[in-house]
């Protein structure tokens, strides 16, 4: 075939006349991972094993989440970093018997989850001046990627839906989880969020004083919060109780992360999750993980982790929970 030097080429959809620059949604080569960019230049990365957001980063390349250098992403085990989800119990559980066989976090990080699709702020119907773009997956009871001691130890038909959203200054990760059966199940739900600090030194948390708290680190003591600001200098494993939503409040409740001269950094807000993990291996536990690296790693790191894991949540059949947490940059 001879080839024309003018030939015509096909019309390029993204830049069509009128409509606003798009989001971009790609798949890797090997389908392990599904990648979105803002026009602007913001991109998410999300695992399907665990629907794990391994990456997050701002315009100019800045990453956001902490993922461990030797975090296994092939399927073969919880990914170390990023935001794993843990459903439908946190920890362990070895007195509560619907989940007392579960692998520590539940199953749902430990499962394929389904790519279920893409919206995006021209697709949802509002095309604003503002790109946004949603990302859908999925996980069943009968879903081929369900981790099989999901399976054998959970025999409860449910349905979970993870939406993750991007904005240019902010992610949004939200959970819904149903009943499809007419067994009601209990259920713990937590974002595990690995926040990238530059020196874990100078971070300061606010959002928790006078929140109640188990010290996990202190033979799961209840304490109450008396600091206005939490620093962390040692090994750091708390449950906090706080008000569930504050997804439309000025500052009550959302948790805040800043840096060195309180440079701000990051304002996590939720709806409906009414606990707040915050962790830290520090040095020995770090250490001790053999998929934590570098093991100074713990300085740059730490978990703000939304979650409703004080109490259970029981779900009737056809009823569902819902969760979210948004994670806006500060500057
Ligand atoms: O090593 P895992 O299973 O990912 O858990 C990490 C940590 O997750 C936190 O949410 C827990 O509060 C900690 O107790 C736990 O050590």
Same mark, same amino acid.
């Given at each position: 075939?001879?080839?024309?030097?003018?030939?015509?080429?096909?019309?390029?959809?993204?830049?069509?006349?009128?409509?606003?620059?798009?989001? #971009?949604?790609?798949?890797?080569?090997?389908?392990?991972?599904? *990648?979105?960019?803002?026009?602007?230049?913001?991109?998410? +990365?999300?695992?399907?094993?665990?629907?794990?957001?391994?990456?997050?980063?701002?315009?100019?390349?800045?990453?956001?989440?902490?993922?461990?250098?030797?975090?296994?992403?092939?399927?073969?085990?919880?990914?170390?970093?990023?935001?794993?989800?843990?459903?439908?119990?946190?920890?362990?559980?070895?007195?509560?018997?619907?989940?007392?066989?579960?692998?520590?976090?539940?199953?749902?990080?430990?499962?394929?989850? +389904?790519?279920?699709?893409?919206?995006?702020?021209?697709?949802?119907?509002?095309?604003?001046?503002?790109?946004?773009?949603?990302?859908?997956?999925?996980?069943?009871?009968?879903?081929?990627?369900?981790?099989?001691?999901?399976?054998?130890?959970?025999?409860?038909?449910?349905?979970? *839906?993870?939406?993750?959203?991007?904005?240019? +200054?902010?992610?949004?990760?939200? *959970?819904?989880?149903?009943?499809?059966?007419?067994?009601?199940?209990?259920?713990?739900?937590?974002?595990?969020?690995?926040?990238?600090?530059?020196? *874990?030194?100078?971070?300061?948390?606010?959002?928790?004083?006078?929140?109640?708290?188990?010290?996990?680190?202190?033979?799961?003591? #209840?304490?109450?919060?008396?600091?206005?600001?939490?620093?962390?200098?040692?090994?750091?494993?708390?449950?906090?109780?706080?008000?569930?939503?504050?997804?439309?409040?000025?500052?009550?409740?959302?948790?805040?992360?800043?840096?060195?001269?309180?440079?701000?950094?990051?304002?996590?807000?939720?709806?409906?999750?009414?606990?707040?993990?915050?962790?830290?291996?520090?040095?020995?536990?770090?250490?001790?993980?053999?998929?934590?690296?570098?093991?100074?790693?713990?300085?740059?790191?730490?978990?703000?982790?939304?979650?409703?894991?004080?109490?259970?949540?029981?779900?009737?059949?056809?009823?569902?929970?819902?969760?979210?947490?948004?994670?806006?940059?500060?500057?």
């Amino acid at each position: 075939m001879v080839e024309r030097a003018n030939k015509p080429k096909p019309p390029n959809l993204s830049s069509t006349p009128g409509l606003p620059p798009q989001a #971009t949604v790609t798949f890797s080569e090997d389908n392990s991972r599904v *990648i979105a960019e803002l026009p602007t230049g913001e991109t998410v +990365e999300v695992l399907l094993y665990g629907a794990t957001v391994i990456s997050w980063k701002d315009a100019s390349g800045d990453e956001k989440l902490w993922l461990s250098e030797a975090a296994k992403l092939d399927g073969s085990r919880a990914v170390r970093g990023g935001i794993p989800i843990v459903f439908p119990v946190f920890g362990t559980a070895p007195d509560h018997p619907q989940t007392k066989d579960l692998p520590q976090h539940g199953f749902a990080r430990t499962s394929r989850w +389904e790519f279920l699709g893409k919206s995006t702020s021209e697709s949802a119907g509002r095309a604003t001046d503002e790109p946004t773009v949603k990302l859908d997956f999925g996980l069943s009871s009968a879903a081929p990627g369900l981790d099989p001691k999901a399976t054998a130890h959970w025999p409860f038909k449910f349905n979970l *839906i993870y939406s993750v959203t991007l904005k240019r +200054e902010s992610l949004t990760t939200s *959970i819904v989880a149903t009943n499809d059966g007419s067994a009601p199940f209990d259920c713990q739900v937590l974002l595990h969020t690995y926040l990238r600090v530059k020196d *874990i030194t100078t971070v300061n948390i606010t959002g928790l004083q006078n929140a109640t708290y188990i010290d996990k680190v202190d033979a799961s003591t #209840t304490k109450q919060e008396t600091a206005p600001t939490l620093t962390i200098t040692g090994e750091t494993d708390r449950v906090y109780t706080t008000t569930a939503d504050t997804s439309d409040a000025a500052d009550d409740g959302a948790v805040t992360v800043t840096e060195a001269n309180n440079t701000p950094r990051f304002r996590v807000t939720r709806d409906n999750l009414s606990n707040v993990v915050v962790w830290n291996p520090w040095a020995d536990k770090a250490e001790g993980m053999a998929d934590f690296a570098p093991k100074d790693g713990y300085k740059q790191m730490v978990c703000v982790e939304p979650g409703s894991v004080g109490a259970w949540q029981s779900v009737e059949g056809g009823d569902g929970f819902e969760g979210a947490q948004t994670i806006t940059l500060l500057h």
